[in-house]
T-cell receptor
Framework: KQEVTQIPAALSVPEGENLVLNCSFTDSAIYNLQWFRQDPGKGLTSLLLIQSSQREQTSGRLNASLDKSSGRSTLYIAASQPGDSATYLCAVEDSNYQLIWGAGTKLIIKP | ETGVTQSPTHLIKTRGQQVTLRCSSQSGHNTVSWYQQALGQGPQFIFQYYREEENGRGNFPPRFSGLQFPNYSSELNVNALELDDSALYLC???????????FGQGTRLTVV
């Protein structure tokens, strides 16, 4: 059974710092991995999608990497801003068409 | 902002009642998935519809059912509501399985 873990559960850093969020999964038989952002009480915003054949994806200040063999993905955020404060979730998609999610990392960027 | 819209945004129901949640998918998307998210947890997959057929189902009882219409919009129906059904219900649309999923803002269901 696929399990997705995100560490740390919460992170607080000063504005301007670069930071890394971690996601690990137990079964490497995934089709893709997605990173999402969720603001309090809101829906999910897709940030980056990495197909299983890819190693990384970049969008603006965000860079996500995928190492299927070790069951790990990282989301790198450069030059963090207070507007980046949110919960970040990763999810892997399996052969049954479902996204399996981590519990998220709550990120606070202090001005 | 995605083109996925959900209604209503908030809902309060009494235990034992039935509820219908609605989702309009993004233009050009033929696949809709539904998720339940309890407070402080990641979403849990309920089911997926592809071209009006159920295409996969998570570990939810049969009182959770759904429909997809010819325009690819979708409904989630929950019968015999229980207190534990209180959660944020999220709808995602995509252009098919294993493609990028775009989410609506969710429906917050409270069962009292």
């Amino acid at each position: 059974k696929q399990e997705v873990t995100q560490i740390p559960a919460a992170l607080s850093v000063p504005e301007g710092e670069n930071l890394v969020l971690n996601c690990s999964f137990t079964d490497s038989a995934i089709y893709n991995l997605q990173w999402f952002r969720q603001d309090p009480g809101k829906g999910l915003t897709s940030l980056l999608l990495i197909q299983s054949s890819q190693r990384e994806q970049t969008s603006g200040r965000l860079n996500a990497s995928l190492d299927k063999s070790s069951g790990r993905s990282t989301l790198y955020i450069a030059a963090s801003q207070p507007g980046d404060s949110a919960t970040y979730l990763c999810a892997v998609e399996d052969s049954n068409y479902q996204l399996i999610w981590g519990a998220g990392t709550k990120l606070i960027i202090k001005p | 902002e995605t083109g996925v819209t959900q209604s209503p945004t908030h809902l309060i129901k009494t235990r034992g009642q039935q509820v219908t949640l609605r989702c309009s998918s993004q233009s050009g998307h033929n696949t809709v998935s539904w998720y339940q998210q309890a407070l402080g947890q990641g979403p849990q997959f309920i089911f997926q519809y592809y071209r009006e057929e159920e295409n996969g189902r998570g570990n939810f009882p049969p009182r959770f059912s759904g429909l997809q219409f010819p325009n690819y919009s979708s409904e989630l129906n929950v019968n015999a509501l229980e207190l534990d059904d209180s959660a944020l219900y999220l709808c995602a649309s995509s252009a098919g399985a294993w493609t990028e999923a775009f989410f609506g803002q969710g429906t917050r269901l409270t069962v009292v």
